[in-house]
């Protein structure tokens, strides 16, 4: 089956994907700002739920092809670019006199522009990758083997993710032996968890396919991402 649905068709399960990306995209940027420990692991609070992200993703092209996934990565990165450019503005004007909390608000809210471009450029790259690696995957494949496709792009994506995001973010700032710490924490805890999920993705893959009636291949297509 390659049903290919068309351009001017938005299905409702495809708004579904893009409603909870959305929603798990901007809420792991506010968990983010909460650091936790698991004995000698450091994290971040997005770590529980960031990696949704790269799944849903992976879901989108499994089922509605490579242009879709990144239609809804390019989706994700605008509306979550404006809530944190809304964020910046309502911390940065300001409060009440009888507001009494500008430092809690800042805490969570005020992220620096160095963490923010660090956390954009790992997105779209990881991203794009993990649509990239699904879409030719399945192509070579002829739809088979959905299990080394899914555990193979989420390696490759999130090691991505964590290589670009982590020098950006925290070179100069942390020691350079902490950097590569925590990026190997995160590399590692985000594909696992990835990869634990992977059972119950390939349920939810079943029936998004036969309920929408769509199993795309991505057959001669162009790879250009700025191309919608």
């Known amino acids: 089956m390659n049903k290919r649905p068309k351009l001017s068709h ?17 809420a792991s940027n506010i968990f983010e700002t909460k650091q936790l420990a698991a004995g000698p692991v450091h994290l971040t609070g997005g770590m529980l739920t960031f990696p949704l992200c790269y799944i849903i993703v992976k879901i989108v092209c499994e089922v509605w092809g490579y242009r879709r ?29 009888y507001w009494t909390n500008d430092a809690g608000f800042h805490a969570i809210f005020g ?12 997105f779209l790259c990881g991203s794009f990758l993990n649509a990239f690696l699904m879409s030719r995957l399945k192509a070579k494949h002829a739809g088979k083997k959905l299990p080394a496709r899914y555990c193979l792009a989420a390696v490759l994506g999130e090691l991505v993710d964590s290589i670009v995001f982590f020098p950006i973010a925290f070179i100069g700032v942390l020691a350079g032996t902490e950097v590569l710490d925590q990026a190997i924490d995160q590399f590692v805890l985000k594909t696992a968890y990835e990869i634990v999920f992977l059972p119950i993705v390939i349920l939810f893959i079943k029936r998004i396919k036969k309920f929408e009636d769509s199993d795309v291949t991505d057959n001669d297509i162009s790879y250009d991402v700025f191309k919608l």
């Open 10 to 26: 938005v299905s409702v399960g495809f708004l579904q994907q893009c409603l909870l990306f959305t929603v798990v995209l901007i």
């Open 69 to 97: 996934a990144i239609l809804l990565v390019w989706l994700g990165f605008v509306l979550n670019f404006l809530f944190i450019a809304a964020a910046a503005l309502v911390d940065f004007l300001p409060g009440a006199e």
């Open 111 to 122: 992220l620096s522009a160095r963490i923010t471009l660090a956390s954009f450029v790992a």
